[in-house]
């Protein structure tokens, strides 16, 4: 997976334009897991120091639109903060969530290597996908078999 600034053009959701309604249902779920979400400018982010999703709207990627993925990636990222990272894994894999988790809380994901980070953001989407946990309506718009086979494809990463 090629990353490009803030474009993840292989994220689930990356090519789809993110609406209104699915702002909304990001900040219910959101809401759902005591985390604030915030539109300021600097990019878009997960701070597990201050339980805050950061989505910048006024700078949108390089499709010119803030997408689905986005707002998936970010979440994915509070929701495992929050419900335990390597939860719904098994333990070797779980050890590496974790410990990855651990470097992104400090560094942010961008402090991992490059396939580590690719690794991650799978990882993280896969701990959710396999918790049969609620799924958010703006995640909805995401075939939950793309979301999954982009989680299951980890290990082509690691």
């Not at 290597?113 to 990882?123: A, D, E, T, V, Y």
Request: charged share 20%.
């Amino acid at each position: 997976m090629a990353y490009r600034g803030d474009d993840y053009p292989e994220y689930p959701g990356s090519a789809r334009p993110a609406l209104k309604e699915d702002f909304e249902a990001l900040r219910h779920a959101c809401g759902q897991l005591g985390v604030t979400l915030m539109h300021e400018s600097g990019g878009h982010f997960f701070n597990p120091a201050s339980w805050v999703i950061n989505i910048d709207t006024r700078t949108p990627n390089a499709r010119g639109f803030v997408s689905l993925g986005h707002l998936t990636d970010e979440f994915l990222h509070a929701w495992n903060q929050r419900h335990g990272r390597g939860r719904n894994m098994d333990r070797r894999l779980a050890e590496q969530h974790i410990g990855w988790g651990r470097t992104a809380a400090v560094h942010g994901t961008r402090g991992l290597g490059s396939n580590q980070n690719i690794c991650f953001h799978k990882l993280e989407a896969l701990n959710f996908v396999d918790s049969k946990a609620d799924v958010p309506r703006f995640i909805w718009k995401i075939p939950l078999a793309t979301l999954r086979a982009f989680a299951y494809s980890w290990a082509q990463d690691s």
